[in-house]
């Protein structure tokens, strides 16, 4: 990638982040705002770490589905967290969340899920390699979601569930890229971020943990 390239990557990563740190600060909660809404730079740090790993058409994409939107009414942060519910509060979300939501047909769903089984895969690579930084990450699997804690998994369901069907194919693509080129998304991601948090590389951040 060019360096014009690769300035033109950041630059529209940041624009989404600002972009979905708008929506965010609509999403309502119960019992009030909540804390991680007025936390930017943790905001900022995750979020464009995942986006430093898109080809700018999947940004460009992604980008598009935000401004459609707000041209639309909608959320998608606000979807993203609904959506997660469907695990963390079954019942309610049977009865008041998921009626008010975009319906996602069965092929679409299954899509969804062929992407979280070789992401969740990824990640239980990366906890293997770098336990200490995979302890500070989310717990990995549905099955261990909370009312406080909601699962890698899950949460990435509650994320692919908001893309347009443009941005899953593109996303599709770029999970499909990786894996063949026998490469890890969450290992890319997490290096931007230990990066971005002042670390060299992921060998440094896994041995700070210990100190």
């Known amino acids: 990638m060019s360096?014009?390239?690769?300035?033109?990557?950041?630059?529209?990563?940041?624009?989404?982040?600002?972009?979905?740190?708008?929506?965010?600060q609509r999403?309502?909660?119960?019992g009030g705002r909540a804390d991680c809404q007025g936390d930017w730079p943790t905001f900022h740090q995750m979020r464009i770490s995942q986006f430093l790993t898109w080809p700018i058409p999947l940004l460009d994409s992604?980008?598009?589905?935000l401004d459609d939107?707000?041209?639309t009414g909608r959320n998608l942060l606000t979807e993203k967290y609904a959506r997660m519910m469907a695990s963390t509060e079954p019942d309610r979300y049977a009865r008041e969340i998921g009626p008010q939501l975009p319906v996602l047909d069965g092929a679409?769903?299954?899509?969804?899920?062929?992407?979280?089984?070789?992401q969740v895969a990824w990640a239980l690579a990366f906890r293997g390699e770098y336990p200490r930084l995979g302890q500070a990450m989310r717990v990995l699997r549905t099955a261990?979601?909370?009312?406080?804690?909601?699962?890698?998994?899950?949460y990435l369901r509650g994320e692919l569930g908001t893309y347009s069907l443009a941005t899953l194919g593109l996303y599709e693509?770029?999970?499909?890229?990786?894996?063949?080129?026998?490469?890890n998304l969450t290992e890319q991601t997490l290096t931007w971020t230990v990066v971005l948090a002042g670390?060299?590389?992921?060998?440094?951040?896994?041995?700070?943990?210990?100190?």
Do not use: K, P
Not at 27 to 30: G, S, Y
Not at 108 to 118: P, Y
Not at 145 to 154: I, R
Not at 173 to 183: I, K, M, N, P, S
């Open 3 to 24: 360096r014009t390239q690769h300035g033109n990557r950041l630059a529209t990563a940041a624009q989404i982040v600002e972009h979905e740190w708008a929506q965010f």
């Open 108 to 118: 679409r769903l299954a899509r969804q899920e062929a992407v979280i089984t070789v």
């Open 27 to 30: 999403v309502n909660n119960e």
């Open 69 to 71: 939107a707000d041209a």
């Open 199 to 211: 670390f060299a590389d992921l060998a440094e951040a896994e041995a700070a943990q210990t100190r």
């Open 173 to 183: 693509d770029l999970v499909a890229a990786t894996r063949e080129a026998g490469q």
């Open 62 to 65: 992604y980008a598009a589905d």
């Open 144 to 154: 261990q979601d909370t009312l406080t804690e909601t699962s890698f998994e899950t």
